[in-house]
């Protein structure tokens, strides 16, 4: 049985995008396969976040995660900062990772472009506490994006060099978790690409309603329909996919319709799409208050998910040791 890790960004709450992409396909595989998902915040150091607010994101990404389905019950639920193994194993990878190759990944040199004054060392190495959060747990399998590929790639280089140098067969290479085809793209309010929170295009599931249909009313359309059956443009065909995550497909073959015969108003369109959005995102708003709400029960799920997690991160760590001849 392939064992699954991914680690969670902890700034940023979650918007549809998320929802549809990652958060569904984590549930999904709670389901299929031994999964440790954790809350990277140790990685969001990188950024020197004052502690009360990382305290404050990684409370809330937590609580959303939860919300929106994630199963302490079926997986593995912690935060790495819980995990000592992970540091230390870090630390011991870091000595077979060379500053050459750390300094030519993309995301590191996007970071030096972007924040010239905080090259700090965290960075650099950030691909080596990515491999250590994954191999901790020998897992073999990533659910990440496009953009992580890069430092999966990474993490089977030090895990190819550790299990050579070693004379060892023990860490597997870690992969991309790929769903290919079942996975949606949703995008965004503002006419192209993909919902993101850098391209400020995102309905977020802790939105207020009144925010909510106040970014859908101000979503990118066109003109409107001029001849019957005439191609229908990027941003409102982007409506439409939204709502056909949202809503029932008669409403969008519904509107499909009004847009081939030209009577499409796009108005009707937004106003229904932002009551099926709310509507879908009421219970786990529910839930999120409910589950925020209670600190009892946060404070559990993370000390019965750091019990859980070490037992599988010490056992990795021990015969690490012992290989390296501790
Ligand atoms: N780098 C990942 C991101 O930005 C987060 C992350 C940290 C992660 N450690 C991980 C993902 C381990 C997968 C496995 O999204």
Same mark, same amino acid.
């Given at each position: 049985?392939?064992?699954?890790?991914?680690?969670?960004?902890?700034?940023?709450?979650?918007?549809?995008?998320?929802?549809?992409?990652?958060?569904?396909?984590?549930?999904?595989?709670?389901?299929?396969?031994?999964?440790?998902?954790?809350?990277?915040?140790?990685?969001?150091?990188?950024?020197?976040?004052?502690?009360?607010?990382?305290?404050?994101?990684?409370?809330?990404?937590?609580?959303?995660?939860?919300?929106?389905?994630?199963?302490?019950?079926?997986?593995?639920?912690?935060?790495?900062?819980?995990?000592?193994?992970?540091?230390?194993?870090?630390?011991?990878?870091?000595?077979?990772?060379?500053?050459?190759?750390?300094?030519?990944?993309?995301?590191?040199?996007?970071?030096?472009?972007?924040?010239?004054?905080?090259?700090?060392?965290?960075?650099?190495?950030?691909?080596?506490?990515?491999?250590?959060?994954?191999?901790?747990?020998?897992?073999?399998?990533?659910?990440?994006?496009?953009?992580?590929?890069?430092?999966?790639?990474? $993490?089977?280089?030090?895990?190819?060099?550790?299990?050579?140098?070693?004379?060892?067969?023990?860490?597997?290479?870690?992969?991309?978790?790929?769903?290919?085809?079942?996975?949606?793209?949703?995008?965004?309010?503002?006419?192209?690409?993909?919902?993101?929170?850098?391209?400020?295009?995102?309905?977020?599931?802790?939105?207020?309603?009144?925010?909510?249909?106040?970014?859908?009313?101000?979503?990118?359309?066109?003109?409107?329909?001029?001849?019957?059956?005439?191609?229908?443009?990027?941003?409102?065909?982007?409506?439409?996919?939204?709502?056909?995550?949202?809503?029932?497909?008669?409403?969008?073959?519904?509107?499909?319709?009004?847009?081939?015969?030209?009577?499409?108003?796009?108005?009707?369109?937004?106003?229904?799409?932002?009551?099926?959005?709310?509507?879908?995102?009421?219970?786990?708003?529910?839930?999120?208050?409910?589950?925020? $709400?209670?600190?009892?029960?946060?404070?559990?799920?993370?000390?019965?998910?750091?019990?859980?997690?070490?037992?599988?991160?010490?056992?990795?760590?021990?015969?690490?040791?012992?290989?390296?001849?501790?």
């Amino acid at each position: 049985m392939e064992i699954v890790v991914s680690g969670i960004r902890s700034t940023g709450q979650l918007h549809l995008g998320n929802y549809f992409g990652a958060v569904k396909n984590f549930v999904r595989m709670q389901h299929e396969h031994p999964c440790y998902f954790f809350i990277a915040n140790y990685h969001a150091l990188t950024t020197h976040p004052e502690p009360a607010s990382l305290r404050a994101s990684v409370r809330q990404v937590l609580v959303e995660y939860l919300a929106c389905g994630i199963d302490p019950e079926k997986a593995v639920v912690y935060l790495q900062s819980d995990l000592p193994e992970i540091p230390e194993l870090y630390m011991l990878l870091n000595m077979h990772a060379y500053v050459g190759e750390l300094e030519k990944v993309p995301t590191f040199k996007d970071k030096v472009r972007k924040q010239p004054n905080n090259v700090n060392a965290g960075l650099l190495t950030y691909p080596v506490l990515m491999t250590a959060d994954v191999i901790i747990h020998k897992a073999s399998r990533v659910p990440v994006g496009k953009d992580q590929e890069q430092h999966l790639e990474m $993490a089977r280089n030090f895990v190819n060099r550790f299990n050579h140098f070693y004379g060892v067969d023990y860490f597997p290479e870690p992969y991309p978790y790929n769903f290919g085809q079942e996975l949606v793209k949703v995008p965004g309010l503002d006419g192209s690409g993909k919902m993101g929170k850098s391209e400020g295009n995102a309905i977020y599931l802790s939105d207020d309603p009144a925010v909510i249909r106040k970014k859908i009313m101000r979503a990118v359309t066109d003109t409107g329909p001029t001849e019957p059956n005439s191609p229908v443009s990027e941003p409102v065909n982007n409506l439409f996919t939204l709502l056909s995550l949202v809503a029932a497909p008669e409403r969008v073959d519904f509107y499909k319709a009004a847009y081939a015969d030209c009577s499409i108003r796009y108005g009707d369109l937004k106003k229904e799409l932002a009551e099926e959005v709310l509507s879908f995102v009421a219970p786990i708003q529910e839930r999120i208050r409910e589950i925020s $709400a209670d600190d009892a029960y946060i404070r559990k799920v993370l000390t019965e998910g750091a019990e859980k997690a070490r037992l599988s991160s010490s056992k990795t760590l021990r015969e690490v040791r012992e290989i390296m001849g501790f």
